[in-house]
């Protein structure tokens, strides 16, 4: 089953295991290896991988099925010259850190989102009186 999807995308733990041609135990096992790979998780335990997890499985991979190093020598590559210097500057980079542009917003538009906020805190208050009289009642 090809998925075509950008680069960036996030890949489900099937998608990068059909990729790479391996089981999707392979990756779990290596998971616990090397805490290099953090993929996310999601409902259920199921697993998101990032573009640089892809990466770096990829570049496991590579250690241990085509210059036939153990576990432990790939984890000591690892240490000794980082995932930076072997993968490049851009690995481990945060997906979620955006440049968020400056929102220039007007006077009215402000004063309705603070009139919003002060209902939420209101709301906030009411919630919590209401869930302190049940925690006395029980």
Same mark, same amino acid.
């Given at each position: ?37 953090? #993929?996310?998780?999601?409902? =259920? ?36 010259? =980082?995932?930076?210097?072997?993968? =490049? ?11 968020? #542009? ?13 009139g ?16 302190n009289?049940i925690?006395?009642?029980?």
């Amino acid at each position: 089953m090809a998925v075509n999807k950008s680069k960036a995308a996030f890949r489900t733990i099937a998608e990068v295991a059909e990729e790479l041609g391996v089981a999707t135990h392979v990756l779990r096992f290596w998971e616990t290896k090397f805490p290099q790979i953090k #993929p996310m998780k999601r409902n =259920g335990g199921r697993r998101y991988y990032r573009p640089d997890d892809v990466e770096i499985v990829k570049t496991i991979k590579d250690f241990l099925y085509n210059k036939r190093y153990t576990i432990e020598g790939v984890q000591k590559v690892f240490k000794e010259k =980082g995932l930076k210097n072997i993968l =490049g500057e851009e690995i481990q980079k945060d997906f979620f850190e955006e440049v968020i #542009p400056d929102v220039k917003l007007d006077l009215q538009s402000r004063e309705f989102i603070t009139g919003l906020i002060d209902e939420l805190k209101v709301m906030k208050e009411d919630l919590t009186q209401t869930l302190n009289k049940i925690n006395k009642a029980s």
